[in-house]
């Protein structure tokens, strides 16, 4: 038996030949797999979300957004506010919730957005 040396140089060629002729991605197939029923439902649920049109709630008075702000910021609690923007077909653009981040003069960031007071709506109570 005749034994070949392996260098470096051969191990790369035989590597990259095997790869650019041998070797057959599965490509999609190999992945299926991975996407259970929980995920599919996941991102049916993330997807519905998103399409849905918010109900328009009650105008609120600045103050009483601001009450409902605070409180949810020292009660590390969740907060559902509904700004007074329209989307180019007239509905009003999706609610923001989350915890309350911190206050400025001009607005409020709840999870890192920032929300001008003169674009809120109205504020609810995550229950």
Known sequence: MVAIAMTDNNFSKMINNYFKYDYRERGKIKWQGYFLSDHTAALKRDMASQNEIP???????????QTVLRHGLS????????????????????????????FGELGVSINSQYIAYENIRSVRKVS
Request: hydrophobic residues 35%; glycine residues 8%.
């Open 75 to 102: 009660n590390y609690e969740y907060v559902t506010v509904q700004q007074n923007i329209q989307d180019k077909d007239g509905h009003l653009v999706p609610n923001v919730t989350g915890l309350v981040a911190g």
């Open 55 to 65: 109900v328009k709630l009650p105008q609120m008075t600045l103050n009483e957004c």
